[in-house]
């Protein structure tokens, strides 16, 4: 590995391991876990969606709050606060929060389809799992925290 690769991977992972800001995304990945749960037992229990359909809805409901959340406070020195801007971030953290939902969404579907976990515990270990793609893809590409 060159000089320069070394030193790029080296930034990264330094800036992944801020306590402060993990600890701020673990608090707002709570909320909008609490935001994902509640909904998610709405649409299946209430109004008695498919499970997959109504993770879709529950997920991208979590990611408006955890976005907004995230914004104002977790990575509140990252980013010019342009609308456009913001509107890039946005679709950014969509984008790169697909991956953490990728990962969330197998974990849950293969939980309640071949182990038949209930669809609330498989939801909240596939959120567990999914979390750390998350946080290392928006620390790294949405905010962009190694360019301090």
Not at 46 to 57: C, N, P
Not at 127 to 147: P, R
Request: some cysteine; charged content about 15%; overall charge positive.
């Amino acid at each position: 590995m060159s000089d320069s690769l070394a030193e790029a991977v080296r930034t990264r992972f330094r800036a992944l391991l801020s306590t402060a800001r993990f600890g701020q995304f673990a608090g707002v990945g709570i909320v909008g876990a609490t935001v994902d749960m509640v909904g998610l037992a709405l649409l299946v229990d209430v109004l008695e969606l498919w499970y997959l359909g109504a993770k879709t809805i529950s997920w991208e409901l979590s990611i408006v709050v955890i976005f907004a959340i995230n914004e104002r406070w977790t990575f509140a020195n990252y980013g010019v606060m342009t609308p456009r801007a913001l509107a890039r971030r946005f679709l950014r953290s969509n984008a790169v929060r697909f991956a953490g939902f990728l990962v969330t969404l197998t974990v849950y579907a293969v939980l309640v389809d071949r182990f038949d976990v209930w669809y609330l515990v498989a939801n909240i270990i596939g959120i567990a799992i999914g979390f750390f793609v998350n946080y290392t893809c928006e620390s790294l590409y949405t905010w962009k925290v190694h360019h301090d």
